[in-house]
């Protein structure tokens, strides 16, 4: 099966080494002026815990200089689910729509055989063509991570081995699609639909709560923000431990303000402290294989139903 | 004597509303070169599905060289089957079409591929192949597994008349020596009637005329005589089909003895002639939905 599989899916396989390549060069130029922008600001003396004076200014002013090529380097959360659109969506559907199914599954090969080595094969593939991606990323993105960390979902997204793992769940969604809707343009817009929809349930209502969050309290005026860590909420509290509404701050700024009082002073007058309920920078790992974990769980899960569906149920 | 390559009992196929095929009861012989007949929509193809488990019987059971095709798909490495319209990949080449095929099937026998397949360039991509070409090729790829069942569906459907004489012979020579079992399925008489020994006429979705073809043109007859009130005749067990024509009377009959009365011209049938008869509307076994425009007798 890895010739016939080679055969069918070469382009796909082909194409997808030549948007390594394309990445591989695009990092590599890109790099350079980052690399020396880092060395010639002295930025590693910024890291924690020893942040030399100045710092405050100068991590600010490269973060900025290159804040345009972090922010397109974010577009590279979609490369996963290009292996669900172009190689695991089409995988069972074009078969179905062009009527070459009735060849390949009267062949000597077990229909059943037939779908699990093909997607192994192509998964294998994509695993390690995810994990590259991956690699390149976390290797360009190495300054900016220093700094500020890569537990946040820009960076945690496009980092480590979630990026494989989206691959995998993709592809596995593709396949899916394609055997239930029997139509390659069907089976790719629902993989779409279905993957961009549980990469935002899983960031917005999972990831959060991989481990307990950690909370911090800090002096109301405090912005209570370090390097590195993922800030879950940010919130007011009184000294009973109750939350303070948007509305009741502003109000208390406006009574400071009526009186007279500087409001920084007013707020610490009252007791008032500032709660942040965050992920710390070094559960990074922790939670990437948590997520990865998740998604390939999911990814077989789907496998597994693709394959039960193509024996149970003929066309 | 070897058991039957394909017996279906009771087989009933339901598409959404419509049965394509119903209460289908049918033994092939080991070894016959079946002509499976009947209108389109008679469910020729839905039957040769079922057989390679393309298809899940809604009701009944059907199984090819004893064997179950879709709980033990293992049978279709022994099975050899061309679809309607032999659907190969576009983008292969014929080199690489029948690498496929020694790929994925234990069976494979490379010599009987290159031996009948040495006028198509290997090269050529199958998308650039005539129709008569492809279905060559079609053909070899199922002759290359050394099946024990051949399943042809309607392989002359875009054939003109010359490559289908020479896909017919291709498909003889490739089964001469296996004595493989051979069901084509056609809704051309003429295509099927050259070759097969075995008819199983389909008409309404189940089995309407199923025989060894010799016999069937032994037992019956062509009876022409005057017009006149129908009694028994002796020697007809049934009348298949009456026809009038001005004054004359044709009937298509069993016979089950000689004709003694001198009034009856009586002439053997032809094969042809037989399935038309048989596929009459009036001789449909249940009323169906008339969604297809039923055959019509002309005379």
Redesign the interface.
């Known amino acids: 099966?890895a010739?016939?599989t080679w055969?069918?899916h070469r382009s796909q396989l082909v194409a997808t080494a030549g948007l390594l390549l394309a990445l591989a060069a695009a990092a590599f130029g890109t790099r350079l002026p980052i690399h020396a922008a880092f060395h010639r600001d002295s930025l590693s003396a910024c890291l924690p815990p020893a942040a030399r004076s100045g710092c405050d200014i100068i991590v600010p002013h490269f973060e900025a200089e290159f804040a345009g090529w972090v922010t397109a380097a974010r577009v590279l959360a979609v490369l996963p689910v290009l292996a669900g659109l172009f190689v695991g969506a089409p995988l069972l559907a074009r078969e179905l729509e062009?009527?070459?199914?009735?060849?390949?599954?009267?062949?000597?090969?077990?229909?059943?055989r037939?779908l699990l080595s093909k997607t192994a094969l192509l998964a294998a593939a994509m695993l390690l063509a995810g994990a590259a991606a991956s690699a390149v990323v976390m290797w360009w993105r190495g300054p900016f991570d220093t700094l500020e960390g890569r537990i946040g979902p820009s960076s945690f997204d496009v980092e480590g081995l979630v990026v494989p793992a989206y691959a995998l769940y993709a592809l596995a969604l593709g396949v899916l699609a394609g055997l239930v809707f029997r139509r390659t343009v069907a089976a790719m817009t629902s993989t779409l639909v279905a993957f961009a929809a549980t990469r935002f349930l899983v960031l917005e209502f999972v990831r959060p709560h991989f481990l307990t969050p950690l909370h911090r309290v800090v002096l109301a005026t405090d912005t209570g923000l370090q390097p590195g860590d993922w800030v879950l909420s940010n919130t007011l509290v009184d000294g009973g431990g109750r939350q303070i509404s948007a509305a009741r701050e502003d109000l208390a700024v406006l009574h400071a303000t009526q009186a007279g009082i500087d409001p920084h002073t007013y707020i610490l007058t009252l007791g008032w402290k500032r709660l942040i309920s965050y992920q710390p920078a070094g559960r990074f790992w922790t939670f990437q294989l948590i997520e990865a974990g998740l998604f390939v769980g999911l990814a077989a899960l789907i496998v597994l139903v693709a394959v039960w569906l193509v024996?149970r149920?003929?066309? | 004597m070897s058991p039957s390559p394909l017996v279906a009992h009771g087989l009933g196929k339901r598409f959404r509303r419509e049965w394509g095929l119903r209460g289908l009861t049918l033994e092939i012989p080991q070894g016959a070169i079946v002509g499976l007949a009947g209108p389109n929509g008679a469910g020729k193809s839905t039957l040769l599905?079922l057989a390679?488990?393309?298809?899940?019987p809604t009701e009944g059971a059907i199984s090819v060289l004893g064997r179950d095709p879709?709980r033990d798909?293992?049978v279709?490495?022994e099975?050899g089957?061309v679809?309607q319209?032999s659907?190969?990949?576009?983008s292969?080449s014929v080199a690489?079409t029948i690498?496929?095929?020694r790929?994925?099937?234990?069976?494979?026998d490379d010599e009987v591929a290159t031996e009948l397949l040495t006028r198509i360039d290997s090269k050529t991509k199958v998308g650039a192949l005539s129709e008569g070409e492809r279905a060559r090729l079609?053909l070899v790829?199922v002759l290359g597994?050394r099946p024990q069942l051949v399943l042809l569906d309607e392989p002359f459907a875009s054939l003109d008349p010359l490559a289908g004489r020479e896909l017919l012979q291709l498909l003889m020579d490739g089964v001469a020596e296996t004595s493989a079992t051979v069901v084509v399925a056609s809704h051309v008489v003429a295509d099927i009637e050259r070759v097969c020994d075995h008819i199983v006429l389909l008409a309404g979705g189940g089995v309407c005329l199923e025989g060894n073809v010799e016999q069937l043109l032994e037992s019956h007859r062509l009876l022409t005589g005057p017009r006149r009130p129908l009694g028994a005749v002796r020697g007809v067990r049934e009348v298949v089909r009456e026809r009038h024509s001005g004054r004359q009377l044709t009937l298509l009959t069993v016979v089950d003895g000689p004709i003694v009365d001198p009034s009856w011209t009586v002439e053997p049938v032809s094969l042809e002639e037989l399935l038309l008869a048989y596929m009459a509307p009036e001789r449909l076994p249940a009323p169906r939905t008339p969604e297809k425009v039923p055959l019509r007798w002309h005379g």
């Open positions: 099966m010739w016939v055969r069918q062009q009527g070459t199914y009735r060849f390949a599954w009267t062949q000597g090969v077990t229909r059943r037939w024996r149920t003929p066309t | 599905a390679t488990g393309l298809l899940a879709l798909p293992g279709l490495s099975i089957y679809p319209g659907p190969l990949y576009r292969f690489d690498e496929y095929a790929r994925t099937n234990p069976l494979w079609a790829l597994k």
